[in-house]
C-alpha cells in the first residue's frame, strides 16, 4: 500500500508540473504567437503605453519562455516581486500572479471565495451521493417495477433541465413563493444558520443534476454486475442477498461510480459558475464570471489553476480509495 501510495504521489507531482507549464502556456505562450499584446490584456486595452510598458517590464515578457516558466512557478512556492515603470510590487508566497487591474494578490482573492465554493461542492455531493447511489441501486434491484421507471423519468429530468432553470423555480417556490428558505448567502463567521439556509436550496438544485447521472450509471453498471457468475456463486452459497449485494455487488459498482466523483468533484471546487451565479454566491465560479467580463486576466488564470490543482487531488484521492475498495489495483 506504501509503495502504491508513493508511485501515486510521484505521479501527481509530475502532473502538477506540466498543469503549471500547460496553463502558463495557455495565457502567455499561444496569445504571443497569435500576435496579441499581452501586457495590454492585463492592463486593459485603454491604458496609457507607458503603463502597458511596466506591466511587460514586471512581467518579464521580454525574456525567454523558459525564463517566464521558470519564475511563475518559482512564484507560487517562494513569491514574487514585479519591478517596472519605477515602482515594485511584491507577492507574497503562494503567487498565483497579480492584478494590475485591482492592484491586488490573486491568492487573497481565491483564498476568500474558496470556502464558499468548497461548501457547495462538498454539500451538493454529499446528496447527490445519498440519492443517486439509493435510487440506482433500488432501480436495478427492481428492475420494471414502478419505482424503476419513475426513478428513471425523474433522473431523465434532472440530466435535461439546466441547473439555472431549476435553480429558479426552486427560488421563486421555496424562496419567495413559499417563504420556507432563505434566498440569501449570509458568511458561516457571521450564523450557521443563516449560512445553511443559505446552502439548502444551491445543494439541492446543484445534487438533482448529479444524482440524476449517478442514478443512471449506478443503475446500468448494478444491473450488468448482478448478471456476472461470481454473484451467482455467491448466492449459490446460500449468503443473504443484503449481504451479495453491500459485500459484493456494491465493491464493483463503486469504481465507476468513484471515477465520475473524482471528476466531477475537482470541476466544481474550481467553480460552479452557473449555480453561483443564479444563487448569487461568492465563490469562485463568480469570481472568474466577472474576471471573464472585465478581462482580468490573472484571476482567470488563479481560478484555472485551482481547478486543475482540484481535479488533480481528487483524482489523487480516488486512487487510493481504488485501492482500498480493490486490492488488486496495488499492483497496478
Known amino acids: 500500500m506504501l509503495a502504491y501510495l508513493i508511485r501515486r504521489l510521484f505521479a501527481a507531482a509530475v502532473m502538477l508540473v506540466v498543469i503549471i507549464m500547460v496553463v502558463f502556456g495557455i495565457f502567455f505562450l499561444v496569445p504571443k504567437w497569435a500576435g496579441v499584446d499581452i501586457a495590454s490584456s492585463f492592463v486593459g486595452k485603454q491604458a496609457d503605453p507607458a503603463a502597458v510598458e511596466a506591466v511587460r517590464q514586471k512581467l518579464g515578457l521580454s525574456d525567454p519562455i523558459y525564463s517566464q516558466v521558470w519564475e511563475f512557478f518559482k512564484g507560487i512556492f517562494t513569491g514574487r516581486t514585479y519591478s517596472g515603470g519605477g515602482d515594485v510590487t511584491h507577492c507574497s508566497a503562494p503567487c498565483f500572479g497579480y492584478s494590475f487591474r485591482s492592484e491586488q494578490a490573486i491568492w487573497p482573492v481565491l483564498t476568500d471565495r474558496f470556502p464558499v465554493t468548497l461548501a457547495l461542492a462538498l454539500g451538493a455531493a454529499l446528496l447527490w451521493l445519498l440519492f443517486g447511489l439509493a435510487a440506482g441501486v433500488l432501480s436495478a434491484l427492481k428492475r420494471g417495477s414502478f419505482w424503476d421507471r419513475g426513478a428513471m423519468v425523474v433522473a431523465l429530468a434532472g440530466v435535461s433541465l439546466p441547473v439555472y432553470f431549476t435553480g429558479m423555480i426552486a427560488l421563486a417556490v421555496f424562496a419567495f413563493g413559499l417563504d420556507w428558505l432563505d434566498a440569501q448567502y449570509v458568511p458561516l463567521a457571521d450564523s450557521f444558520t443563516g449560512w445553511l439556509g443559505g446552502l439548502i436550496l444551491p445543494w439541492i438544485t ?25 454473484i451467482r456463486t455467491a448466492r449459490a452459497k446460500g449468503l443473504r442477498e443484503p449481504v451479495v449485494i453491500r459485500k459484493h455487488a456494491m465493491r464493483s459498482t463503486l469504481t465507476p461510480i468513484l471515477t465520475m466523483l473524482g471528476m466531477d468533484l475537482g470541476a466544481l471546487i474550481g467553480g460552479a459558475i452557473l449555480t453561483e451565479s443564479t444563487f448569487n454566491l461568492p465563490g469562485l465560479g463568480q469570481a472568474v464570471l466577472n474576471a471573464i467580463k472585465t478581462q482580468d486576466l490573472p484571476v482567470i488564470l488563479g481560478v484555472t489553476l485551482i481547478t486543475s490543482l482540484a481535479v488533480l487531488i481528487a483524482n489523487l484521492v480516488v486512487d487510493v480509495l481504488y485501492a482500498v475498495i480493490d486490492p488488486r489495483v496495488r499492483l497496478a
Open 206 to 230: 446543484l445534487a438533482f443534476l448529479y444524482a440524476a447521472m449517478y442514478a443512471r450509471i449506478t443503475r446500468a453498471t448494478m444491473l450488468e454486475i448482478l448478471g456476472e457468475d461470481y
